[in-house]
Every structure is written in C-alpha cells, then in structure tokens.
C-alpha cells in the first residue's frame, strides 16, 4: 500500500512538471514576433541612410501596432517583434523632408524572418516648402497654385519664382515633363498625388510662333495650342537639383 501511494505521488509530481513545461513552452511561443527585413533606395538604386522608418499594423493587436528602426549605412532596415502573418504599412521619415511613399508588407510566420526580396525605392522626396525633388532625374519642381494660365502668364510665373531662395526656375521641356508620366498612378491625371491638384494640361517652355507645346497627361501624350489660350491649363517650374 506504502509503494502504491508513493508511486502516484511520483506521478502526481511528473504529472505537475510535465505541465508546467507545456505552459512554458507555449508562453515562450506565443511571446515571440517575426522579422522583416528590407533595403532602402532612391530612384537610382542608391542606399538611403539613417532614414526613419515606422511599421503600422493595419489592423492593430495591442502592444503590436507600431514600431521604429533606422537604415543603416547600406540602406538596410530591420523591424523585430511584428505580430505573425500580420499587414504592415511601411513609412519612412527623413529629417528635412517628406515623402509620399507608403509601402504595405505581410510579416512573417511566428519566430520566422521575412526579407524583401526587393528593396522599397523612394522617387519623390518634398521639401517644407512644397519644393518636390525627383530622384529619378534630380530635377526640382515647384507646383503652382490650381488655376488656368495661359502660356505668357505661365513663363513669367516660372521666371519670377524665388521659392526655396532659387532664381534660376524656369518652364519644363516636353521630355522633362514626360518624365513624370505615370500610367499606374491611381489620379486621372496620371502624375503622382505629391504634384497636388492639376488637370492634364501643363506648360512646356518649348514654343514655334503662336503656338507652345504642352503635355497632356491624361493621355499621356505632347500636344501644341495658341499661347493665349489658358482654359484648363497649368504651370510647373523646374530646375535642376544639382
């Protein structure tokens, strides 16, 4: 009788032990986050720096909804403890300007580690002024307020600029306005949302007689009118950033 209670009291111990370690292991679990990791870019493929990056859970868990990390010197960045299998939108802060460029990622399974098998690139980069900076082409625009110009009013608006203590603005060429055509944006105008509001007509500096050019890019096609005409058309100044 004395070994069959001194047994279960054995088993009674195991039993208590073998518990406790489950409970354990599964807290341990359910404690650990993923891992993203990623590369960040400009629009000529070089790394960005000490950049600020923030990850925000989309649908927010408490204690899981935000969290901060810094590209190296390589660009690269790395986000630890994100809630598994969850969408995350990726924002990067820089110091003196802004960006319209959100970038949305899923997070990895729980203890895995995800890498982005394509670094984010951030093109457009926009100054406290409004000033937009183009990666891309290194090339700085100034917006204009949303009202119809006509070319005259256009090129002296351009030449008259002095914002960001620059005097060197001018009227873009067919080919630089161009390069801001983006089939894939998501306004009607195809040019991305840092432009503001525009319609699809823009000034070029680029004229013959009466005539100047300008491109349409709700088509995304170059076009010619009568300088005196203004309904509907726009200005955008340019430099060159460099």
């Known amino acids: 009788m004395y070994l069959l209670v001194q047994k279960a009291k054995i088993m009674t111990a195991t039993n208590r032990l073998l518990l406790i370690v489950l409970l354990c292991s599964i807290v341990s679990s359910c404690g650990k986050g993923s891992t993203l990791e990623g590369m960040l870019v400009d629009a ?9 990056l923030t990850a925000r859970q989309i649908q927010p868990v ?46 990895a399974s729980e203890g895995q580690k995800t890498v982005l098998p ?15 900076v183009d990666s ?20 002296t608006h351009a030449r ?19 390069t801001l055509y983006d089939p894939s944006a998501k306004s009607v ?10 319609t699809a007509r823009v000034w070029s500096g680029e004229t013959s007689g009466l005539f100047a050019r300008f491109f349409f890019f709700g088509l995304g096609i170059e076009n010619a ?13 340019v430099r060159n950033a460099q």
């Open 44 to 52: 000529k493929g070089q790394p960005l720096p000490n950049v600020k």
């Open 62 to 107: 408490k204690n899981f909804e935000q969290f901060e990390t810094i590209t190296n010197p390589e660009g690269i960045f790395r986000f630890t403890g994100l809630y598994p299998a969850s969408e995350y939108a990726i924002t990067p802060h820089l110091r003196e300007w802004t960006t319209p460029s959100e970038f949305i990622v899923q997070s």
């Open 118 to 132: 394509a670094p984010f690139t951030i093109r457009y980069m926009i100054s406290q002024e409004g000033l937009i």
């Open 136 to 155: 891309q082409t290194s090339l700085m625009w100034a917006p204009a307020p949303d009202s119809d110009v006509d070319w005259s009013q256009a090129d």
């Open 160 to 178: 008259n600029l002095k914002t960001g203590g620059f005097n060197d603005w001018r009227l873009p060429s067919m080919a630089e306005l161009r």
């Open 189 to 198: 105008h195809r040019i991305d949302p840092a432009f503001g509001p525009t």
């Open 225 to 237: 009118n009568i300088r005196s005409f203004s309904k509907d058309f726009r200005v955008l100044a």
